[in-house]
């Protein structure tokens, strides 16, 4: 999709100059124009005050506390699951074996 915009831009580019148009006038319109696009972008994100930055360091903070809780959480399930079924596999081996008989006389 980048790509894609970024050979249009320069297709557009290169048919301004064709048509008689400076270069360093196009570069610069289209830089002014990126920027303001980009100011207004991030004022609609509300991402334009000084805290801004400080603010999307503690959102990706968060956001890696968040997946490695998910990951401890699914490794301690899984674990969890393994102990209760080796449990029982450990219990109805002893059944089975007639061992639990042999404990209680």
């Given at each position: 999709?980048?790509?894609?915009?970024?050979?249009?831009?320069?297709?557009?580019?290169?048919?301004?100059?064709?048509?008689?148009?400076?270069?360093?006038?196009?570069?610069?319109?289209?830089?002014?124009?990126?920027?303001?696009?980009?100011?207004?972008?991030?004022?609609?994100?509300?991402?334009?005050?000084?805290?801004?930055?400080?603010?999307?360091?503690?959102?990706?903070?968060?956001?890696?506390?968040?997946?490695?809780?998910?990951?401890?959480?699914?490794?301690?399930?899984?674990?969890?699951?393994?102990?209760?079924?080796?449990?029982?596999?450990?219990?109805?081996?002893?059944i089975?074996?007639?061992?639990?008989?042999?404990v209680?006389?």
């Amino acid at each position: 999709m980048i790509e894609e915009q970024a050979g249009l831009l320069a297709g557009l580019t290169r048919q301004a100059e064709a048509q008689g148009a400076d270069m360093v006038t196009l570069r610069a319109l289209i830089e002014e124009a990126s920027e303001k696009g980009a100011e207004r972008a991030l004022g609609a994100l509300g991402l334009t005050d000084a805290t801004a930055r400080r603010d999307m360091d503690e959102l990706r903070q968060l956001l890696q506390a968040w997946r490695d809780a998910k990951k401890s959480a699914a490794q301690a399930v899984v674990a969890w699951t393994m102990r209760i079924l080796l449990a029982l596999l450990v219990a109805g081996m002893a059944i089975k074996t007639g061992l639990l008989e042999t404990v209680r006389g």
